[in-house]
């Protein structure tokens, strides 16, 4: 039925779980996959009197963020490799987290999505949105989610 899944993470203890469960959907289907973090844009902040954060000091946050993504993709890959699945690995600095996932999908020609949702009660996902939400709203492709 799907061919290529796209997982996306966010090293969450749910979003792990669901990794677990997106590789085993994968292999039942015989699909490939590819999992996908979305470094968040990051802008520098003024302090105090319009003093702006030193450059060095930014680069090293947007380093150490793109570190920590690459660990939570290459989580991905081991897992898809121990169960025998083809996995690729992307990262990109979307405008928003939900914007990447859906451009990644197409990117990557992806059929599906599986996901995580981290189950906000309702007035805090109306207060905060969700990723989830948004992806669902927004993608032309199935999306399963993980609860």
């Not at 090293?11 to 979305?38: C, D």
């Not at 059929?111 to 032309?140: N, P, W």
Request: net charge positive.
């Amino acid at each position: 039925m799907f061919k290529h899944v796209l997982i996306p993470t966010d090293g969450s203890a749910l979003s792990r779980k669901a990794v677990k469960a997106a590789v085993a959907f994968a292999k039942a289907m015989n699909a490939k996959i590819t999992a996908y973090y979305a470094l968040e844009m990051v802008q520098p902040y003024l302090v105090g009197e319009g003093v702006v954060i030193d450059t060095s000091t930014f680069s090293t946050f947007v380093e150490r963020a793109r570190q920590q993504g690459e660990k939570y993709v290459a989580d991905v890959a081991k897992a898809a490799k121990a169960a025998g699945v083809r996995c690729d690995t992307y990262i990109t600095k979307p405008v928003t987290p939900y914007q990447g996932i859906i451009d990644a999908a197409k990117k990557k020609k992806c059929d599906a999505i599986f996901m995580a949702s981290h189950g906000r009660g309702e007035l805090a996902s109306l207060i905060l949105g969700s990723v989830t939400q948004k992806v669902l709203a927004h993608s032309k492709v199935p999306v399963v989610v993980y609860r």
